[in-house]
């Protein structure tokens, strides 16, 4: 694995110079060992279209999203894995380590199903527990009650069945089941039933796992502010579309399904998604840890966090953690890294945010090989560029490029196209191939400039009917952090279709899969990028 030197100056300006004029507001920083923290902020916290527009800065408070699940997994690994732990009240009354089953720190009162006696909490952590996976049919939601149910002997209609144990599946739920647990282990929240009063139960629990973050990693630290939900205040970051022209979503009106609790809902949550906190927060404790100061981990836990040196089958499997390593230009790198996304909708606003923390090179003399730590946090959607256009996706049954519309027809099941990952188009595309449109019956994307060209929509067994823009698609081939290769024209119907670098791929509406012509272009498409991917971006640029 190499261990490459940093050019810290050269990371911060590769981040300002994707970001320009690309989103709404942001903060970031990245720190060394040896290199004191560098911060940096652009943009607008909110814009003119919430009120009074104000600026996004280092002390600016903003939701993390899945980032939360690190700040969680600190916290868990903080109590369940230390040999000293155990018995005693304000610590582990349970005596639970990460292996131990995590049924028994539920509330003792619930009526549990069978088959989650073997899940450990190391399994939660690492998402391997089989519990229901994000955006799964029928994911039960994260609040107390909905758990409650889903736990049960008889979980709601429609609930995902349990997964194979030890199989990954990235799971919101087993984040969300640590609000509870970890209170249960301190010992903080009563065993008896609460009767008539479940809803201050399930509050109590929301208060006591802010209060165990508070006493064991921010107040470590002397960290005040950080909370499970909207800060107090006015000065929270909200969540835009860019170019932030639009109204803007404030988290502080969020509320669960069901919820009968007065305020906000986010708390009662908790767990996986939920954390608010600044850059100016967050910074210590990423020092803290980079370090290894053992403030907040001893160097065993946080190796165990990284997946090393752990019990047989968990091996490269982080706790709280999204990847760890990269691969550029063929040269793999430690990259220990955490991303969080959230998006809300309503009618009075809406927009998106993406977040991301991450740990990188490694210790040496030099204190330009690291290791390093990086953090950045963006309240909007990141814009590719002038002449784009998102929400574009491949159709997972037949692999062709199309974008939902009025007409929106799959060749493989004569339905309408299944979304799988997303794409950017453009039509500022340099040197590009132009002339490719959408057909307005299938929705797909085809290239037929002549009427003699190859074309069969599955909409009605005629030629596509090419509206609309025309877009220009790079016939490079080469592939980066966002542009995927290998997408290619279908010589039999004219869309174009994802190849995997092969001859044929998925359903084609003329009969059989698409079929390609490898010696012909090799386009390649851009996909959305998220704050992780700014990080990964910046790191290749700077070493």
């Known amino acids: 694995m190499g261990t490459p030197m940093v050019n810290v100056s050269n990371f911060v300006s590769a981040v300002q110079s994707r970001l320009k004029n690309s989103v709404v507001g942001y903060s970031g920083v990245i720190g060394g060992a040896a290199i004191p923290a560098a911060k940096f902020s652009a943009g607008s916290a909110r814009t003119a279209a919430n009120g009074q527009s104000f600026p996004f800065e280092s002390s600016t408070p903003t939701g993390v999203g ?22 005693v009240v304000g610590w582990n009354i349970l005596n639970a ?29 690492t998402h391997t527990s089989g519990l229901a996976a994000e ?14 149910t889903y736990l049960s002997p008889t979980p709601a209609l429609g609930t995902p069945a349990l997964g194979p144990r030890g199989s990954y599946a990235y799971s919101n739920v087993g984040f969300a089941l640590f609000r509870l647990l970890l209170p249960n282990v301190v010992g903080l929240v009563a065993t008896e039933p609460p009767g008539q009063y479940e809803q201050d139960r399930a ?17 470590q630290l002397g960290i005040t502010g950080p909370s499970q939900g909207t800060p107090a205040g006015a000065d929270h970051a909200f969540m835009y ?47 803290s840890i980079n370090k290894i100061d053992q403030r907040l981990l001893t160097p065993a836990q946080w190796s165990h966090m990284q997946g090393i040196d752990v019990p047989s089958g968990y091996e490269g499997y982080g706790m709280g953690i999204d990847r760890l390593t990269v691969t550029l230009e063929n040269n793999q790198y430690r990259w220990v890294e955490k991303n969080g996304g959230l998006g809300a909708f309503v009618s009075t606003g809406g927009g998106s945010l993406t977040t991301s923390v991450a740990f990188f090179g490694e210790s040496g003399a030099n204190p330009n090989n ?25 159709c997972t049954k037949c692999e062709s ?6 007409g929106n027809v799959c060749p493989a099941n004569g339905k309408a196209h299944t979304q799988g990952s997303q794409y950017i188009l453009s039509n500022n595309q340099p040197g590009g191939q132009s002339n490719w ?77 698409h079929q390609f012509i490898l010696s012909d272009d090799n386009y390649a498409i851009e996909a959305p990028l998220n704050a992780d991917g700014v990080l990964i971006e910046a790191f290749s640029k700077s070493i």
């Open 66 to 87: 899945s980032v939360s699940k690190f700040i969680t997994a600190i916290a868990a690994v903080q109590l369940l894995d230390r040999p000293d732990a155990g018995g």
């Open 97 to 125: 380590t990460l292996d131990s089953p995590m049924y028994l720190g539920l509330p003792t009162y619930w009526d549990l199903r069978h088959d989650i006696q073997a899940i450990t909490y190391r399994d939660l952590l």
């Open 135 to 148: 955006s799964s049919q029928g994911e039960p939601g994260q609040d107390y009650f909905s758990l409650k």
């Open 203 to 219: 509050f109590e629990y929301a208060t006591k796992f802010q209060a165990i973050l508070n006493d064991n990693l921010w107040g």
């Open 241 to 287: 579309v860019y170019p932030g022209s639009s109204p803007g979503y404030d988290f502080s009106q969020w509320q669960y399904p069901e919820q009968t609790w007065p305020g906000e809902g986010q708390p009662l949550i908790a767990g996986a998604a939920t954390c608010w906190a600044s850059i100016d927060q967050f910074t210590p404790v990423l020092d």
């Open 370 to 394: 690291g290791p390093f730590y990086a953090a950045l946090f963006i309240n909007s959607d990141i814009l590719a560029g002038p002449g784009s256009e998102d929400g574009w996706f491949i």
């Open 401 to 406: 490029l199309f974008k939902p519309a009025n």
């Open 437 to 513: 449109r959408q057909c307005s019956k299938c929705s797909a994307l085809c290239y037929e400039p002549a009427a003699t060209d190859p074309s069969k929509c599955p909409a009605d067994g005629g030629r596509h009917t090419p509206t609309g823009n025309t877009f220009v698609l790079s016939q490079t081939g080469q592939a980066t952090l966002e542009i995927q290769a290998n997408w290619r024209w279908c010589k039999n119907c004219g869309v174009l279709a994802y190849s995997a670098g092969n001859a044929s791929a998925g359903k084609c509406a003329a009969g059989g899969p």
